[in-house]
């Protein structure tokens, strides 16, 4: 086994294998698959529950550059675990860095679709940086429950 390993390290640090920080990024299905699983827990155990639990920085809907947040049909913020000054505010009215309302098109495809993809730029907490991320959106009750990918 520690054979292996170093055979493992060796390779990788010759670049053989390939080893990048990035490998982690979340994809689209990840995204979405996240956001199924709050609305499973919501359903299961009730919209305030699913609130408190987004909420939790080191909580199950918070996973690195993947992570749920949750609003109000208005688009308040109701649970951000990875900013939480954001809770009690909607921001439907502030563009991303491109212009767009895309907080405002979250709330419409909630509303008039019941779930699907918002193309936005948001600020990576992973590396601090703004990049292009699409999100998956799905009503759930009074609630719109939201994650997404960064696009390379």
């Not at 390993?5 to 390939?18: E, I």
């Not at 951000?80 to 505010?89: E, N």
């Not at 703004?130 to 009750?141: C, R």
Request: with cysteine; glycine share 8%.
């Amino acid at each position: 086994m520690i054979k292996y390993l170093r055979v493992a390290l060796f390779a990788t640090a010759c670049g053989l294998l390939p080893f990048s920080a990035s490998a982690a990024q979340a994809t689209k299905a990840d995204a979405e698959g996240i956001v199924q699983k709050a609305a499973a827990f919501a359903t299961k155990n009730g919209e305030d529950k699913l609130v408190a639990e987004v909420n939790k920085k080191d909580g199950p809907f918070n996973q690195g550059d993947l992570y749920v947040v949750v609003f109000d049909k208005t688009g308040t913020v109701l649970a951000h675990p990875v900013t939480p000054a954001l809770v009690g505010k909607n921001q439907v009215a502030e563009p991303d860095a491109d212009g767009k309302l895309f907080r405002k098109e979250i709330v419409d495809v909630a509303d008039k679709q019941g779930s699907g993809w918002v193309n936005y730029k948001y600020k990576n907490p992973t590396n601090g940086e703004v990049q292009a991320k699409t999100s998956y959106v799905k009503k759930q009750g009074a609630l719109i429950i939201i994650a997404g990918a960064y696009v390379k």
